[in-house]
């Protein structure tokens, strides 16, 4: 039996999941990667410590710590996604991608429609486990790092020579992207 966990709860840091609209290459498409990168910062700046993540061609996996009793998961990561999902848009339309548009504009519920949405970019929901020992921690840890080469993924020889993942961070102690003034130790 699965226990219900509330964001609420005592848990301050979480293992994230967010995936673009039918698994469509979104963020790979419009190379987006920099918007997550850019999310990252806000998060920074609000007290939320980014402390392992990937950016896959269409989702984002992330360990996030919220330094702060008073926060919203569901706030964090819908503005995030928010955020991300009119960029997104906007450089499909610059690249007159009228197909993919179309799907998304498609993909709305006559509810959002009437709420002046135009295109679904992500699924509604996202995924949010807390972590709740170290061995889970390491497990999350690992299931990021190692995505990109899992799998149907191929899109590195080695994990660690992923660019848009923490894990060379881990691994070597350096990253192009993974500042480690923006992380904690693990």
Same mark, same amino acid.
């Given at each position: ?10 848990? #301050? ?21 920099? *918007? ?6 806000? !998060?920074?700046?609000?007290?939320? +410590? ?13 360990? *996030? ?7 919203? !998961? ?6 995030? %996604? ?15 991608? #009228?197909?993919? *548009?179309?799907?998304?504009? +498609? @993909? *709305?519920?006559?509810?959002? %429609?009437?709420? @002046?949405?135009?295109? #679904?970019?992500? #699924? ?16 999350? !840890? ?18 660690? !020579?992923? +660019? ?20 904690? +130790?693990?």
């Amino acid at each position: 039996m699965s226990v219900k966990i509330n964001h609420s709860d005592d848990y #301050k840091m979480y293992f994230c999941t967010f995936t673009c609209f039918n698994w469509i290459n979104l963020i790979e498409q419009t190379n987006s990667y920099d *918007l997550v990168y850019n999310w990252f910062a806000i !998060l920074k700046e609000k007290s939320v +410590d980014v402390i392992a993540y990937v950016i896959m061609p269409n989702h984002v996996h992330c360990i *996030l710590n919220f330094q702060n009793d008073k926060f919203n !998961l569901n706030y964090t990561l819908s503005n995030g %996604k928010r955020f991300m999902a009119y960029k997104i848009v906007e450089r499909l339309q610059e690249n007159k991608e #009228k197909s993919t *548009l179309k799907i998304l504009e +498609d @993909g *709305l519920t006559l509810r959002e %429609k009437n709420k @002046g949405s135009k295109h #679904k970019v992500f #699924k509604d929901s996202f995924d949010a486990n807390p972590i709740i020992s170290e061995k889970f921690l390491r497990q999350k !840890l690992n299931y990021i790092h190692f995505n990109p080469v899992t799998g149907k993924w191929n899109l590195a020889a080695d994990f660690t !020579l992923y +660019d848009h993942s923490s894990a060379s961070f881990y691994e070597n102690g350096f990253s192009k992207f993974f500042k480690p003034r923006h992380f904690m +130790d693990v």
